[in-house]
């Protein structure tokens, strides 16, 4: 993979992991051809077996994502056409982006409103650094709601009531407020951000391509099924992911290094 295709965003690939770089000035818009290059890029990395993990940040040190671009959505019809049965490409692109069987991260150190904050939902974990990640839907302040899944992932992480309060008010949450409301996984201070998010990255690509989809998969079903049948799922996947001919492997290197010894097991991991 290489940057040379890319306009909105710079690509560093390195052991594994994929660090894609969100470089749209003069405010990271989310435009058409941010998210059509992002619809290239998901195709690419699908592709390639040798990344496992993708890192989402940004090169402005003050804005993440600052929202959709409002220009394009000002000229959509005076009035609605039918419900469609298709998902709008900015929509079909975070889908991509959940159920893509590879580890997704958001590196959030700046301004991540409206569509940038729906982008960031869609990743599998998101990170906040204090003082300087800001999150929030914004969209009630020109009229409109979150078109971009905004109104759907939010109550999923949060509940009704929250969610509300973040859609109805348009309010900007911190990163401490957003961590309180399962907005994203940690806040943490700048200079422990970049640390943490690397070690995270790189422990998630040292296991197996192969066990990392059948994780995320299974992780995913618990949303999409009732619990006995995802039960009956996990115990499948389970039997799937121990059939693996590197699980195999670990797990007899693992009981020939004595692993299950006390010494062993009381290691911190």
């Known amino acids: 993979m290489t940057n ?9 690939v390195q052991r594994g992991i994929a660090r894609v770089i969100f470089d749209n000035p003069p405010v990271n818009l989310i435009t058409p051809i941010m998210v059509e290059e992002l619809h290239n890029f998901t195709r690419e990395v699908s592709a390639d077996n040798n990344v496992k993990v993708i890192i989402f940040e940004s090169a402005d040190p003050d804005i993440y994502l600052a929202h959709y671009d409002v220009g394009e959505l000002n000229e959509y019809p005076d009035e609605p056409g039918p419900k469609s049965s298709a998902l709008n490409p900015f929509v079909a692109l975070q889908e991509k982006l959940r159920t893509m069987p590879k580890a997704t991260i958001a590196k959030i150190e700046g301004i991540c409103r ?3 904050s729906e ?6 974990m998101r990170f906040g650094a ?4 800001v999150l929030g839907q914004s969209e009630v302040m020109v009229g409109i709601i979150p078109g971009g899944g ?3 992932r939010l109550p999923r992480l949060m509940g009704r009531s929250r969610a509300l309060e973040i859609v109805l008010s348009g309010m900007d949450l911190s990163a401490e407020q957003a961590e309180k409301y399962g907005y994203i996984n940690r806040a943490l201070p700048p200079k422990e951000l970049t ?3 690397k070690n995270l990255a790189n422990r998630i690509a040292a296991v197996p391509l192969e066990t990392i989809a059948i994780a995320k998969k299974s992780v995913l079903n618990a949303f999409e099924m009732p619990l006995v049948e995802g039960l009956l799922e996990e115990s499948y996947l389970f039997a799937k992911a121990a059939a693996l001919p590197e699980s195999k492997e670990r797990m007899n290197r693992y009981l020939k290094l004595d692993g299950q010894s006390r010494g ?3 290691t911190k991991r």
């Open 4 to 12: 040379e295709k890319y306009t909105t965003f710079k690509l560093k």
């Open 114 to 116: 409206g569509g940038g």
């Open 119 to 124: 982008f960031v939902l869609a990743l599998d």
């Open 130 to 133: 204090i003082g300087k990640c």
């Open 150 to 152: 905004g109104t759907q």
């Open 195 to 197: 640390k943490f998010i």
């Open 264 to 266: 062993v097991e009381t």
